[in-house]
């Protein structure tokens, strides 16, 4: 008796261990060190579930003025995520061009989409991006961050 007690003690503590380090495994934190970009939306065109996003900003970290565009398609029957794909080109004051490639995520409540990016850049440098697009006011707010 002792001995089935002991079994279903180990198998409870084991259970509980698997369900806390299953949850942990698919969590998706950010951290380290980051810094803000901030751009104005230039255009926005509309299509059949599907619209393109043009912005531009002036970014600190070597990057210096930022031109994006930003695909969305549209993925639930409600209309209210997606996923994305566009470019970006970067030109700083001693005129380095560099370029990227940026796909990601997004969801929308009323007026704001929160979108998750990973960009890929010409120089090897990848980043992520996660931010707010405000549609009403016309702005978009990232926090990015060097993954590698």
């Known amino acids: 008796m002792l001995k089935i007690i002991k079994n279903k003690i180990a198998i409870g503590a084991l259970a509980s ?13 950010v951290s380290g060190e980051s810094f803000p970009a901030n751009f104005k939306m230039t255009s926005w065109t509309a299509g059949d579930g599907k619209s393109t996003i043009t912005s531009e900003g002036v970014v600190g970290e070597g990057y210096g003025k930022v031109y994006l565009t930003h695909n969305f398609t549209v993925s639930t029957d409600d209309g209210m995520s997606g996923e994305f794909t566009g470019q970006a080109r970067t ?6 061009l560099q370029y990227a490639s940026l796909q990601g995520s997004w969801s929308r409540e009323g007026t704001i989409v929160t979108m998750y990016s990973f960009d890929t850049l010409n120089n090897g440098v990848i980043n992520h991006a996660q931010g707010k697009v405000d549609l009403f006011a016309g702005t978009l707010k990232f926090e990015v961050f060097e993954v590698n």
């Open 17 to 29: 261990l698997f369900v806390v380090m299953s949850q942990s495994a698919f969590t998706f934190d």
């Open 91 to 96: 030109i700083n004051q001693d005129g380095e």
